[in-house]
């Protein structure tokens, strides 16, 4: 059985112990995909959920504040006036895609797929994790997350 048919199963569990009474064929099915960035961050969150785990989605993204409005002149001419300005964020550069405790450890995940690659900002949180007792994980697959998560669960 795959990683994610494994949890397909915990979904399907999970709802036929919330909704006993709700028929099978009347239960949505979970659909789950590791083949995007976004798709595998889903599936990791939702897998520690229903294995009794923490997870979840850090956000570095900074904020953007948007002081345009439109105006229009004694001719009827409508034009924007404003500017838009970005702002960073205060969190800490490189953070990790997901934050988790597994059993009382605490895990950065970086979410990794195709050719991507950590940046500099990314190593060295990875570092800063390790010195503090942390692991850090770069996961490619929800496979390749689930063998680094029996790998500690054990």
């Known amino acids: 059985m795959t990683a994610i048919q494994i949890l397909k199963q915990l979904k399907e569990d999970e709802q036929i112990k919330n909704y006993p009474s709700v ?28 294995t ?5 989605r850090t956000g570095n993204e900074g904020r953007t504040i948007d002081n345009r409005k439109q105006v229009t002149d004694v001719i009827g ?24 405790i597994i059993q009382g450890r605490m895990v950065a995940i970086e979410v990794k797929i195709g050719k ?4 500099e900002a990314q190593k ?8 503090a007792g942390g692991l850090y ?4 697959s929800f496979e390749d997350f689930y063998e680094k998560y029996n790998s500690i669960s054990k």
């Open 23 to 50: 028929p099978i064929y009347a239960r949505p099915q979970a659909k789950f995909d590791d083949t995007t960035s976004n798709g595998l961050t889903k599936c990791i969150i939702e897998f520690l959920k229903l």
């Open 52 to 56: 009794g785990n923490h997870g979840e």
């Open 77 to 100: 001419r409508t034009k924007t006036i404003g500017t838009v300005k970005r702002i960073p964020s205060s969190g800490t550069k490189g953070t990790s895609d997901i934050k988790a």
């Open 116 to 119: 991507d690659r950590q940046s």
């Open 124 to 131: 060295s949180y990875q570092s800063m994790v390790e010195k």
């Open 137 to 140: 994980w770069i996961v490619k």
